[in-house]
Nanobody
Framework: QVQLVEAGGGLVQTGGSLRLSCTAS????????MGWFRQAPGKERVLVAT????????YYGDSAQGRFTVSRDNAMNTVYLRMDDLEPEDTAVYYC????????????????????WGQGTQVTVSS
Protein backbone atom coordinates (compact mmCIF):
# COMPACT_ATOMS: atom_id res chain seq x y z
CA GLN A 1 0.00 0.00 0.00
CA VAL A 2 1.40 3.34 -1.06
CA GLN A 3 1.43 6.15 1.45
CA LEU A 4 2.73 9.69 1.20
CA VAL A 5 3.05 11.41 4.56
CA GLU A 6 3.62 15.14 4.73
CA ALA A 7 5.12 17.01 7.65
CA GLY A 8 6.30 20.52 8.47
CA GLY A 9 3.23 22.66 7.98
CA GLY A 10 2.11 25.23 10.52
CA LEU A 11 1.57 28.87 11.28
CA VAL A 12 4.21 31.40 10.27
CA GLN A 13 4.35 35.18 9.97
CA THR A 14 4.72 37.04 6.70
CA GLY A 15 8.30 36.86 5.52
CA GLY A 16 9.00 33.67 7.43
CA SER A 17 10.11 30.26 6.21
CA LEU A 18 8.98 26.68 6.43
CA ARG A 19 10.30 23.38 5.16
CA LEU A 20 7.84 20.67 4.25
CA SER A 21 8.80 17.03 3.87
CA CYS A 22 7.01 14.11 2.30
CA THR A 23 8.09 10.55 2.88
CA ALA A 24 6.79 7.80 0.67
CA SER A 25 6.27 4.18 1.60
CA UNK A 26 5.16 1.30 -0.58
CA UNK A 27 7.03 2.64 -3.59
CA UNK A 28 10.54 3.46 -4.65
CA UNK A 29 10.67 7.19 -5.14
CA UNK A 30 13.51 6.85 -7.66
CA UNK A 31 10.87 5.68 -10.15
CA UNK A 32 8.50 8.57 -9.55
CA UNK A 33 8.31 12.26 -10.14
CA MET A 34 7.44 13.81 -6.79
CA GLY A 35 6.13 17.21 -6.07
CA TRP A 36 3.90 19.61 -4.23
CA PHE A 37 0.55 21.13 -5.00
CA ARG A 38 -1.60 23.40 -2.92
CA GLN A 39 -5.25 24.19 -2.58
CA ALA A 40 -6.74 27.23 -0.91
CA PRO A 41 -10.42 27.33 0.17
CA GLY A 42 -12.67 27.71 -2.84
CA LYS A 43 -9.84 27.38 -5.33
CA GLU A 44 -8.50 24.61 -7.51
CA ARG A 45 -5.43 22.56 -6.70
CA VAL A 46 -2.37 24.06 -8.37
CA LEU A 47 1.27 23.25 -8.82
CA VAL A 48 3.76 24.58 -6.30
CA ALA A 49 6.87 22.66 -7.36
CA THR A 50 7.75 19.25 -8.69
CA UNK A 51 10.87 17.32 -9.59
CA UNK A 52 11.33 14.52 -12.10
CA UNK A 53 12.46 11.09 -10.92
CA UNK A 54 15.99 11.77 -12.14
CA UNK A 55 16.30 15.09 -10.35
CA UNK A 56 17.33 16.65 -13.65
CA UNK A 57 14.15 18.60 -14.19
CA UNK A 58 12.02 20.65 -11.83
CA TYR A 59 9.03 22.88 -12.39
CA TYR A 60 7.57 25.65 -10.29
CA GLY A 61 4.26 27.40 -10.17
CA ASP A 62 4.35 31.13 -10.86
CA SER A 63 3.88 32.09 -7.22
CA ALA A 64 6.66 29.78 -6.05
CA GLN A 65 9.31 30.85 -8.53
CA GLY A 66 12.24 32.46 -6.77
CA ARG A 67 10.94 31.83 -3.24
CA PHE A 68 10.47 28.08 -2.98
CA THR A 69 12.89 25.24 -3.64
CA VAL A 70 12.03 21.59 -4.22
CA SER A 71 14.57 18.86 -3.55
CA ARG A 72 14.55 15.12 -3.07
CA ASP A 73 16.48 12.34 -1.42
CA ASN A 74 15.69 9.10 -3.18
CA ALA A 75 17.63 7.07 -0.64
CA MET A 76 15.19 8.35 1.99
CA ASN A 77 12.15 8.21 -0.32
CA THR A 78 11.57 11.83 0.61
CA VAL A 79 10.85 15.07 -1.20
CA TYR A 80 11.23 18.48 0.43
CA LEU A 81 9.84 21.93 -0.16
CA ARG A 82 11.72 24.87 1.25
CA MET A 83 9.51 27.96 1.37
CA ASP A 84 11.01 31.37 2.02
CA ASP A 85 9.55 34.87 2.14
CA LEU A 86 6.09 33.51 2.78
CA GLU A 87 3.06 35.67 2.11
CA PRO A 88 -0.56 35.42 3.33
CA GLU A 89 -1.47 34.35 -0.22
CA ASP A 90 0.55 31.17 0.34
CA THR A 91 -1.98 30.02 2.93
CA ALA A 92 -3.35 26.67 1.74
CA VAL A 93 -3.30 22.95 2.26
CA TYR A 94 -0.13 21.58 0.69
CA TYR A 95 -0.26 18.14 -0.87
CA CYS A 96 2.57 15.83 -1.80
CA UNK A 97 2.10 13.76 -4.95
CA UNK A 98 3.90 11.04 -6.90
CA UNK A 99 3.72 10.26 -10.60
CA UNK A 100 5.20 7.29 -12.45
CA UNK A 101 5.99 6.87 -16.10
CA UNK A 102 5.36 10.43 -17.30
CA UNK A 103 8.95 11.28 -18.18
CA UNK A 104 10.61 14.53 -17.22
CA UNK A 105 8.76 17.10 -19.30
CA UNK A 106 6.37 19.90 -18.36
CA UNK A 107 3.45 17.48 -18.27
CA UNK A 108 4.53 17.03 -14.66
CA UNK A 109 2.91 20.40 -13.93
CA UNK A 110 -0.53 18.81 -14.26
CA UNK A 111 -2.25 17.40 -11.15
CA UNK A 112 -4.02 14.86 -13.35
CA UNK A 113 -0.81 12.90 -14.06
CA UNK A 114 -0.15 12.11 -10.41
CA UNK A 115 -0.99 8.63 -9.20
CA UNK A 116 -0.71 9.05 -5.46
CA TRP A 117 -1.46 11.88 -3.06
CA GLY A 118 -0.78 12.60 0.57
CA GLN A 119 -3.38 13.77 3.05
CA GLY A 120 -2.10 17.32 3.01
CA THR A 121 -0.56 19.66 5.55
CA GLN A 122 -1.92 23.09 6.41
CA VAL A 123 0.28 26.14 5.92
CA THR A 124 -1.03 29.39 7.33
CA VAL A 125 0.78 32.68 6.87
CA SER A 126 -0.35 35.51 9.10
CA SER A 127 -0.09 39.14 8.07
Amino acid sequence: QVQLVEAGGGLVQTGGSLRLSCTASGLSSRNYAMGWFRQAPGKERVLVATMAWSGDASYYGDSAQGRFTVSRDNAMNTVYLRMDDLEPEDTAVYYCAASRGRGTGPILKLPSVYDYWGQGTQVTVSS
